[in-house]
């Protein structure tokens, strides 16, 4: 295995290498949350640690890019580790905010569009009146043909 190294003494009896510092690793993930609903911005964070630092989690930088909760779209949250000898890993990631759907009483929520409300009380009782005036009208013709014959 082959390392990097930082510094290389050479003295007259012997050779000093000193090891590179390695970068630490950062695991961040996406989120996508409804416009209202708060988050904690390193509740993304998956992993960060250091060969030489072990942990260092608590030590990541946010920046949160002008993430607002209450404000759909799209965010770029920039989060930064850096261990204690300066070595640093940046990772991105991307939080939506969902709008929130409202909807009134002539409509319906469905994958978070707002659809019409199809086949109201009114069509029905245009429905009736129809059929009472058709069934009127074949009674009245009916009885007209009755006494028409006579």
């Given at each position: 295995?082959?390392?990097?190294?930082?510094?290389?003494?050479?003295?007259?009896d012997?050779?000093?290498?000193?090891?590179?510092?390695?970068?630490?690793?950062?695991?961040?993930?996406?989120?996508?949350?409804?416009?209202?609903?708060?988050?904690?911005?390193?509740?993304?964070?998956?992993?960060?640690?250091?060969?030489?630092?072990?942990?260092?989690?608590?030590?990541?930088?946010?920046?949160?890019?002008?993430?607002?909760?209450?404000?759909?779209?799209?965010?770029?949250?920039?989060?930064?580790?850096?261990?204690?000898?300066?070595?640093?890993?940046?990772?991105?990631?991307?939080?939506?905010?969902?709008?929130?759907?409202?909807?009134?009483?002539?409509?319906?929520?469905?994958?978070?569009?707002?659809?019409?409300?199809?086949?109201?009380?009114?069509?029905?009782?245009?429905?009736?009146?129809i059929?009472?005036?058709?069934?009127?009208?074949?009674?009245?013709?009916?009885?007209?043909?009755?006494?028409s014959?006579?």
């Amino acid at each position: 295995m082959s390392k990097d190294f930082k510094h290389l003494t050479i003295h007259k009896d012997f050779i000093l290498f000193s090891e590179a510092n390695n970068a630490p690793t950062l695991n961040v993930r996406d989120a996508q949350i409804k416009a209202g609903t708060k988050l904690d911005l390193t509740t993304l964070i998956d992993e960060a640690h250091d060969i030489e630092d072990g942990n260092i989690l608590n030590g990541v930088v946010i920046d949160a890019g002008g993430f607002n909760y209450e404000v759909a779209g799209k965010y770029e949250i920039t989060f930064t580790a850096i261990d204690k000898d300066g070595a640093m890993t940046t990772k991105i990631a991307t939080v939506e905010v969902l709008p929130v759907v409202k909807a009134n009483s002539k409509s319906k929520i469905i994958d978070n569009k707002i659809l019409p409300k199809t086949g109201s009380g009114s069509v029905v009782l245009i429905g009736t009146i129809i059929i009472s005036l058709g069934s009127t009208l074949l009674v009245l013709n009916n009885s007209y043909k009755k006494y028409s014959n006579n």
